[in-house]
């Protein structure tokens, strides 16, 4: 293994451990709500809107992100993004609901830059045969933390721990990883561009986002991402609580289930794809999966398959999500990979952004103002996510094949973005 692939492993491993910690940080409060409905003097409608907030950063931010690796690399902002968490999280630990406000969209803003710089590190140092095995990878580090934010963290705040001194601790933590990664992550490799670079940067984005293909990856990947991001990082817990009964601990263990099957999911549909040679069969077959298992979490009987299966199929399917940001780098030139892995993450996310206020309004709705939600308000509500699913496997329909195995591959000679 020469230097400087052995650098570049460093390089995403490190990122993709910052990653992981980011994801904790978004999934976890679906562990706290009622904590957090106490300390803010909130709803449960409240509180979902306060940790929605996360996306508001991280939608605009994915293109920030992405421009800024084409630009100046990860060294110079990845550690930045880490500090911005870090900040955010120390924020929301104060109590007082406008700094919580700002720093959870601080968390947001500087997550974005674990995902784009993990991504952009294994694409352009690594061989393109690999490239959605080791994006999948990445999204399992992340997944791994989406997991822990629930599998940990969930009995630890059972336990008595403040849920105060847990924001603390995890705010000093992400300062920490800023200066770790600050000094492990190699300088690129050569001296960004001159020149006007804001117009460069817009021109890059032009390119990305006059791409239909582009638009589609942006579409299914994040329709095939709000089921996990939506509905059971935000409402699984209490679902499973109110709907059927659960008790907190094993409706803690049962929604983590999801994020555990993305481990599972997302490395592995990616080197299926990349087996292949083909993207297209990858994702709809995940959408189909998705579909099946999202359908009989909302109107199924929970006794009938053993327990955590469910969740663990839906998470493992919903992987497929990933896929898209490979082929979104496959459809558009090199020179701009990081604006591209930025636009998709901006889209996928736009979605979570604007629909999570919606989803909790067509709760609130169908429960007609009730404290206590039932079955039938979050069949009412939520139903919507399986028409999401199935548009998703529609307009996998028309995207352009980019595998290693399609003819003719996407030209490389596009033109440089300067």
Request: overall charge positive; proline content about 6%; charged content about 10%.
């Amino acid at each position: 293994m020469s230097k400087g692939v052995r650098a570049a492993g460093v390089a995403w491993v490190v990122t993709a451990v910052y990653y992981f910690y980011q994801y904790t940080l978004r999934s976890a409060p679906a562990v706290m709500m009622p904590q957090l409905s106490q300390a803010f003097g909130l709803n449960a409608m409240g509180v979902a809107s306060l940790v929605g907030l996360f996306y508001y950063g991280y939608s605009p931010f994915s293109l920030v992100a992405g421009v800024a690796m084409d630009r100046l690399g990860p060294r110079k902002v990845v550690p930045l993004g880490a500090a911005a968490v870090g900040i955010g999280a120390l924020l929301f630990a104060s109590g007082n609901g406008p700094a919580a406000s700002v720093g959870r969209v601080l968390q947001g803003a500087g997550g974005v830059f674990a995902l784009v710089g993990a991504v952009f590190i294994a694409t352009t140092n690594f061989p393109a045969s690999r490239a959605a095995t080791l994006i999948g990878a990445t999204q399992m580090f992340g997944m791994a933390g989406g997991s822990a934010g629930q599998f940990v963290v969930g009995p630890v705040i059972a336990s008595g721990v403040p849920w105060s001194r847990f924001w603390m601790v995890m705010g000093v933590a992400g300062l920490v990883i800023a200066v770790l990664l600050f000094a492990l992550l190699p300088a690129a490799k050569t001296p960004p561009a001159g020149g006007d670079w804001v117009r460069s940067a817009g021109r890059a984005l032009g390119l990305v986002f006059r791409n239909p293909q582009s638009i589609l990856c942006g579409a299914i990947s994040g329709l095939l991402f709000i089921p996990t991001t939506i509905f059971d990082m935000v409402w699984g817990v209490r679902y499973l609580q109110e709907a059927h009964g659960f008790e907190y601990a094993a409706a803690v263990i049962r929604s983590a289930t999801v994020p555990l099957g993305w481990i599972i999911g997302c490395p592995l549909l990616g080197f299926l794809s990349d087996r292949l040679g083909r993207r297209k069969p990858v994702i709809a077959g995940g959408a189909v999966v998705l579909l099946g298992a999202l359908g009989w979490i909302l109107y199924g009987p929970t006794d009938v398959l053993p327990p955590y299966v469910l969740g663990i199929v839906a998470g493992t399917a919903s992987g497929a999500a990933m896929l898209p940001y490979t082929v979104i780098k496959e459809a558009n030139p090199p020179a701009v990979s990081g604006t591209a892995t930025g636009v998709i993450n901006f889209l996928n996310f736009t979605f979570s952004a604007l629909l999570g206020p919606v989803f909790a309004g067509f709760l609130r709705s169908a429960a007609g103002g009730a404290d206590t939600m039932t079955l039938g308000h979050y069949q009412s509500a939520f139903l919507p996510l399986v028409y999401g699913v199935t548009l998703a496997l529609v307009l996998t329909l028309f995207l352009r094949e980019t595998g290693t195995a399609a003819a003719p591959r996407v030209p490389a000679a596009a033109r440089e973005i300067a």
